[in-house]
């Protein structure tokens, strides 16, 4: 069982990262399954808007919802995230290796990608998944020290999940 985390400082840092890895993954063949995030900035906006590519080839969903430059708190939009995860479990039989984005508030309550990163680790499929500094406790609460950090180092983290992918093709 094999679970490896990044988090980059920097808004948006582990997004960029992970988007990184998983388009080199996939030019090498890796079967993914998950998200990867982009965030868009927007010229009347403090706050970008945020969407997820469902992997291996979409769809693009808005997983932020616009209520304002002037509002607070979380701008996740749970509902869209759900439509993500039906999705992600549809491709998780086929994967060989799962991208989640973010553990983020909704996995640190047992919601959102929590369930389908129990079960690819269940199946034996290696999960990737970007963690900030503030879930950080709680995904190491829901990990119970089987994580992996891994370095900020997109060719160390490639090496490790064709490493992890490989042998699952053996």
């Known amino acids: ?90 491709a998780l039989p086929r994967a060989e290796l799962l991208i989640v984005n973010k553990f983020g508030k909704q996995e640190a309550e047992g919601r959102g990608m929590a369930p389908l990163i129990a079960d690819a680790l269940d199946q034996g499929i290696p999960v990737l998944l970007g963690v900030n500094g503030l879930n950080l406790p709680a995904f190491q609460d829901f990990a119970a020290g089987l994580e992996i950090a891994l370095p900020a180092e997109p060719a160390r983290v490639l090496e490790w999940c064709l490493e992890l992918t490989r042998h699952l093709a053996a």
Request: charged fraction near 25%; glycine fraction near 10%.
């Open 1 to 90: 069982m094999q679970l490896g985390y990044v988090s980059l400082p920097g808004r948006g840092a582990n997004d960029e990262f992970l988007a990184q890895v998983a388009t080199q993954l996939q030019r090498r063949g890796v079967r993914l399954a998950g998200t990867v995030q982009s965030n868009v900035e927007r010229p009347d906006r403090k706050k970008c808007d945020m969407d997820i590519v469902v992997l291996p080839h979409g769809p693009v969903l808005r997983i932020s919802e616009d209520r304002g430059d002037l509002a607070r708190g979380c701008r996740l939009d749970a509902g869209v995230l759900e439509q993500a995860v039906v999705e992600v479990a549809q």
